[in-house]
């Protein structure tokens, strides 16, 4: 990342880079990158500020089982409630309890639909987390904790084998190929079969599904599932398209895969 960043400023000089991790990352290994910049670079980067949001609707669960979100919320400063409309004012105030339960010190701010919040509300904060050392042992438990899986349907020359997904800073190899794999790209799928597979996934195993797919008469489309919703983008440029269904699964470690086999069977595609 420190190479990438450092071309960005040579190309562009930017005032400001927004760097938006995973949902389900803890930022620390990027915050400490960018503090090793700010003194190899004499200051030409520095750290403003480190910015958590919180899915309302979401949250009531993944705060006593999730090792990441009791860290994203305490370490951060500043926490945006997001789609908080969208409950009720009970559980509102118990995802709002259990922040303060997590990190009292932090302020708590209401996201206002799309329109987010104010700017000057994030830039200018000139944080101090993670100015040392001393908290790079808060990254550990996080390592484990993420298990990444590729759902794949298509030829076999875009067949992905002991892929590297770059997980939050973290590589994992896939396994092996699953017996009788599909071996050509078709015409696609039919999208009402694909959203009834969509709803296969387990929000509380599987947290995010990103890829593509190839929809029947509507060409190829990007998909981003988080938490039981989901876009479908259309994808501009295609080019010849080895693979109908390539997606990448994001999830809890040692049960994701168990989960997603019916998710995969449903599509007539592969567990890579």
Not at 71 to 96: C, G, P
Not at 142 to 151: L, Y
Not at 187 to 210: H, P
Not at 216 to 244: C, H, M, S
Request: net charge negative.
């Amino acid at each position: 990342m420190q190479t990438a960043l450092l071309e960005i400023r040579d190309k562009f000089r930017p005032d400001r880079i927004i760097i938006e991790c995973s949902g389900s990352a803890f930022p620390a290994t990027l915050a400490f990158q960018i503090r090793e910049l700010e003194r190899e670079t004499q200051g030409d980067f520095k750290l403003d500020a480190i910015v958590t949001v919180v899915d309302a609707e979401n949250f009531t669960g993944y705060e006593d089982t999730s090792p990441t979100a009791k860290m994203q919320s305490s370490y951060t400063d500043i926490l945006l409630i997001n789609k908080w409309e969208h409950v009720s004012e009970r559980a509102l105030d118990f995802v709002v309890d259990h922040l303060n339960t997590l990190n009292d010190a932090t302020p708590k701010i209401h996201c206002n639909g799309r329109n987010g919040v104010d700017p000057n509300l994030i830039f200018g904060l000139e944080t101090r987390l993670f100015s040392d050392k001393k908290n790079k042992g808060a990254t550990l438990s996080h390592n484990d904790e993420v298990e990444t899986i590729t759902v794949y349907r298509g030829s076999t020359e875009g067949r992905p084998r002991h892929e590297v997904h770059l997980n939050h800073e973290h590589s994992h190899h896939c396994g092996e190929l699953m017996e009788n794999p599909s071996t050509i790209a078709d015409d696609g799928i039919a999208k009402e079969d694909f959203i009834n597979a969509l709803g296969l996934l387990a929000k509380e195993t599987v947290w995010r599904v990103k890829g593509f797919v190839k929809l029947k008469e509507e060409g190829v489309q990007i998909l981003n599932w988080a938490f039981g919703r989901y876009d479908l983008i259309p994808l501009i440029r295609e080019g010849e398209a080895q693979a109908t269904i390539r997606l990448t699964v994001m999830g809890e470690r040692g049960e994701v895969k168990r989960v997603i086999r019916k998710f995969s069977a449903a599509l007539n595609a592969d567990l890579v």
